[in-house]
């Protein structure tokens, strides 16, 4: 049996009201999938539960003999499986950094809460949207994340006769601490390059270990450089 229009108005009027709510959060705190995102993905998954549930299933004269089964979740198991397409790409990684998965559990919430809509399940489409909107708002003030540290790789050059466990001896007396080195000496040039993998709190403490460095003994040229964050802010 066909869903009556008005029903249907006010199906896709409540996915378009719940996803907005969850997409009001997400872009409230400038992430890519927003308002018009989750919104959209809502009243997609809305259409595709009613498409599913109701629209292939009109009234037809079936024959004597002829027995007809439907199965009014294969639509909708389908939409499921395919968010995970647009979840995908709202994850970022740079580096040891990965970015997106909460917008893409949001698109997931989204896709839940409109088939919900579209199959008539109205208070468990808003109890979810509540309980979600909740989560994503009110546990962002009790999360707990670990702070970034500041990563940087310095360059230093010295004499070519520079002796290189003094110097990381050196190093460590001042409170500089590598993670990584690698030694680079050119007898040509007489150069002696150290490039060092450095990690500290805060980005005032680059100066304390920039004039650090640069009272070691023969040492010719200094550059510092950024490497990317290893926790997810």
């Known amino acids: 049996m066909m869903v009556p229009p008005l029903e249907i108005l006010i199906r896709l009027g409540t996915s378009v ?41 009109a009234d037809q004269p079936i024959h004597p003999g002829v027995s007809i089964s439907f199965d009014p979740t294969r639509i909708a198991s389908y939409v499921v499986a395919g968010i995970g ?28 809460i409109g088939l919900s809509v579209g199959a008539g399940l109205y208070f468990l489409a808003i109890s979810g949207t509540v309980i979600g909107f909740a989560v994503l708002s009110g546990f962002r003030t009790i999360e707990h994340r670990p702070i970034p540290r500041i990563r940087r790789r310095a360059r230093l050059e010295f004499d070519a006769k520079a ?27 007489g150069t002696l390059a150290l490039t060092i993998d450095l990690e500290h709190s805060l980005e005032s403490e680059a100066l304390v ?22 926790v997810d802010g």
């Open 85 to 112: 397409f647009l979840g995908g790409g709202a994850i970022v990684r740079t580096g040891l950094t990965v970015k997106g998965l909460t917008t893409a559990a949001s698109l997931w919430l989204v896709t839940a």
């Open 17 to 57: 009201v719940l996803g907005s709510i969850i997409g009001y959060e997400r872009g409230r705190h400038d992430h890519p999938a927003g308002l018009r995102t989750n919104t959209l993905v809502s009243l997609a998954a809305t259409l595709f539960m009613i498409l599913s549930a109701h629209a292939l299933h």
């Open 163 to 189: 002796d290189v466990p003094k110097l990381l001896d050196r190093l460590r007396d001042v409170g500089i601490v590598p993670e990584a080195f690698d030694v680079d000496r050119d007898l040509g040039a």
């Open 209 to 230: 270990v920039l004039a650090n460095v640069e009272a070691l003994p023969g040492l010719r040229r200094v550059s510092m450089t950024h490497r990317p964050p290893c």
